[in-house]
C-alpha cells in the first residue's frame, strides 16, 4: 500500500480557503485518492475521491496532478465548524481485503475566528 | 440519511472481563468493518466481514476478538477477556461493494474503557 504524507497540522481563519497536500509518491495504477474527516469523538466520514485531475462536490475540491503522486484537498472558505482531522488515504481497487482503510496521522485543520 | 449506528456509547469494564460492541450497519449494506482509536493515535483496521465470515484481519484482531452477525441486522465486536490496551474507541463501519468507488460509512463509535 501506497504511503501517505501530509502536515500535522494547519491553522486558517474562518472565510478563508484552505488547502492541504497529501504526497503519495508510491502511488499504483490502480490506487485511488480518498480524503476523510474526524470530528472529535466521532467516526471518520467520507469527503471527496479521486483518481486524476479535479473532482468537486458539495464539500471540497481535489486536484490531482497528472503523475498522481500528490494530492491537494481545497476546503472553500472554511468555517468554525471545519474544524476537524483530515486524512488522505491510498485505497486500491479489487484489493481482495474489501477495502480496508489505512489512516496516517493526519492533519490537524484548527480554523480561527 | 441512512447511518450505521452503535451502542453502547460508553462502556466501562474490569480487565478480564467480557464486552460485546454492537453496530448496525445501513440496510442495504454486505460489507462490515471494525476500526478502533486508541486516544491520541491513528484509527486502526481491525477486521472485514462479508458473506458471514472474515474476509481480512489485523495482526490486533487475535483470538481474543471475534465478531458475528447473528441476525442479520446486527454486527458484533466480542473482546473475550478484556486487557487495558483495548481502551479505545471502536468504530463500525459498513459499504455495499468492494469496489474501492463505494464509500464506507463509519459509525460514532463505542468508547471502551478497561479498568
Known amino acids: 500500500l501506497a504511503k501517505t504524507t501530509q502536515p500535522i497540522s494547519m491553522d486558517s481563519y474562518e472565510g478563508q480557503e484552505v488547502n492541504i497536500t497529501c504526497s503519495h509518491n508510491n502511488i499504483a495504477t490502480n490506487d485511488y485518492i480518498t480524503w476523510y474527516q474526524q470530528f472529535p469523538s466521532q467516526g471518520p466520514r467520507f469527503i471527496i475521491q479521486?483518481?486524476?485531475t479535479k473532482v468537486t462536490n458539495e464539500v471540497a475540491s481535489l486536484f490531482i496532478p497528472a503523475d498522481r503522486k500528490s494530492s491537494t484537498l481545497s476546503l472553500p472558505r472554511v468555517s468554525l465548524s471545519d474544524t476537524a482531522v483530515y486524512y488522505c488515504l491510498v485505497v486500491p481497487m479489487f484489493s481482495g481485503g474489501y477495502n480496508k482503510l489505512i489512516f496516517g496521522a493526519g492533519t490537524r485543520l484548527a480554523v480561527h475566528p | 440519511e441512512p447511518e450505521v449506528t452503535q451502542t453502547p456509547s460508553h462502556q466501562v469494564t474490569q480487565m478480564g472481563q467480557e464486552v460485546i460492541l454492537r453496530c448496525v450497519p445501513i440496510?442495504?449494506?454486505?460489507?462490515f468493518y471494525w476500526y478502533r482509536q486508541i486516544l491520541g493515535q491513528k484509527v486502526e483496521f481491525l477486521v472485514s466481514f462479508y458473506n458471514n465470515e472474515i474476509s481480512e484481519k489485523s495482526e490486533i484482531f487475535d483470538d481474543q476478538f471475534s465478531v458475528e452477525r447473528p441476525d442479520g441486522s446486527n454486527f458484533t465486536l466480542k473482546i473475550r477477556s478484556t486487557k487495558l490496551e483495548d481502551s479505545a474507541m471502536y468504530f463500525c463501519a459498513s459499504s455495499d461493494s468492494r469496489e474501492v468507488q463505494e464509500t464506507q460509512y463509519f459509525g460514532p463509535g463505542t468508547r471502551l474503557l478497561v479498568l
Open positions: 479521486g483518481y486524476k
Open positions: 440496510s442495504n449494506h454486505l460489507y
